[in-house]
């Protein structure tokens, strides 16, 4: 009998023990993951085996980046020509590659335009020299007592409007040119330097409103290098900085120069801005048109550095997962800087020796989204 009792006691036991006979909420496993109010994440000891953390670290002070490059022209020493009178191209006396001097006869026009300026100037001086004698003797005629004081006043404003016309006439000839003979237009060097281009030929009828250059001279001593610089690297290139040049035509060789300027205008096309290198260029050996691998260290913007694994992004926003003092784990908006290899620079929202989930985010960001 006792021993029947016995049994009975273990069988209520184990009965009170299956899985069947406990409570609901016996029945339900500890939470893997808690979701507090303030949007941390508590894990447990079997959720936080699957992340990795490392601190952020310092962002780089200086780095060197690479950038497409062409050499150009310095805009200050390069001259674009056209004529300033219409007509036919009577003579030119350059060729492409010549060395032409300041103040250097290029080509020379057939322009009526002259001929109309010249006999308009003509006019204009034999009506001043008759404007004065009038004001000459209306002055002669009031000093005897013979002339009125309105006829000095009449001769004297005529003499006044000839002097303007002359004046009138004088720049008229001059803007197409102060020619040196009644008919022929002069285009003279306005630089030293060499002929860079020639699209002009002997018997052709130019004139002023024409778009293209009838000849282009440039002074190659020095020219400039232009990289194309992105949007994102704009604020770490900044006038000042160094740069290093490759000229794909002359391996082997660097040029080392400075930033000069950066565009403060972006191409819609391209978004990227000009930065320009300005290069001693004596023995003429850099020319306008080659293409160039650009150089240049400059300062890194950024408060820290974490690998790309780290950065999660969500639309237009990026985030990263910060382990707190307590152990838990916050989401943080951060703002990217540069991408350099396998890690990126944050620029806002991270500082440097925080400690930042490197391996395990995207469990964590799908537990804050799905989360209670």
């Keep these: 009998m006792p021993h029947s009792r016995a049994l009975f006691t273990v069988a209520i036991v184990v009965l009170l023990t299956s899985p069947g006979c406990r409570t609901k909420d016996e029945q339900k496993d500890p939470a893997a993951t808690v979701k507090r109010p303030d949007r941390s994440l508590v894990l447990s000891d079997a959720g936080a085996a699957y ?7 310092a962002a780089t002070t200086a780095r060197t980046r690479y950038f497409a490059g062409r050499v150009a022209f310095d805009e200050r020493h390069v001259a674009r020509l056209g004529p300033a009178a219409g007509g036919r191209v009577s003579s030119i006396n350059v060729v492409t590659g010549d060395t032409v001097r300041k103040g250097d006869v290029l080509l020379t026009i057939y322009a009526p335009d002259v001929a109309t300026a010249q006999a308009q100037l003509a006019q204009a001086k034999t009506a001043r020299t008759l404007a004065e004698h009038a004001a000459e003797r209306a002055r002669s005629l009031q000093r005897d007592g013979a002339g009125s004081g309105a006829e000095l006043q009449q001769a004297e404003a005529a003499l006044a409007q000839a002097v303007s016309e002359e004046r009138r006439a004088v720049a008229a000839l001059g803007a197409v040119g ?22 002009v030929a002997v018997g052709a009828q130019v004139s002023p409103s024409s778009e293209k250059a009838l000849l282009t001279v ?26 290093s040049i490759q000229l794909l035509a002359l391996r082997g060789r660097s040029f080392a120069g400075k930033v000069t300027h950066l565009s403060s205008v972006v191409d819609p096309l391209t978004r990227a801005a000009e930065a320009r290198i300005e290069l001693a260029n004596a023995e003429g050996e850099l020319k306008p048109g080659m293409s160039a691998r ?18 999660l992004a969500r ?33 806002k929202g991270l500082a440097a020796g925080e400690d930042v989930v490197t391996e395990g985010a995207i469990l964590l960001d799908a537990e804050m989204i799905e989360g209670p």
């Design 51 to 57: 992340i990795r953390v490392e601190p952020a670290r």
């Design 178 to 199: 102060g020619a040196t003979s009644p008919t022929e237009y002069v285009l003279r060097s306005p630089i030293a330097g060499k002929v860079i281009e020639r699209n």
């Design 218 to 243: 440039g002074d190659l001593s020095t020219v400039w290098v232009v990289a194309d610089v992105f949007e994102q690297d704009m604020a770490s290139v900044q006038p000042g900085a160094e740069a």
């Design 294 to 311: 650009v150089l240049i260290r400059g300062a890194t913007v950024g408060t820290a550095e974490v690998p790309m694994s780290a950065v």
């Design 315 to 347: 639309r237009d926003q990026f985030f990263v997962f910060v382990r707190q003092k307590d152990g838990s784990f916050a989401e943080r908006e951060v703002e990217l800087g540069d991408q350099h290899g396998e890690h990126a620079t944050i620029t």
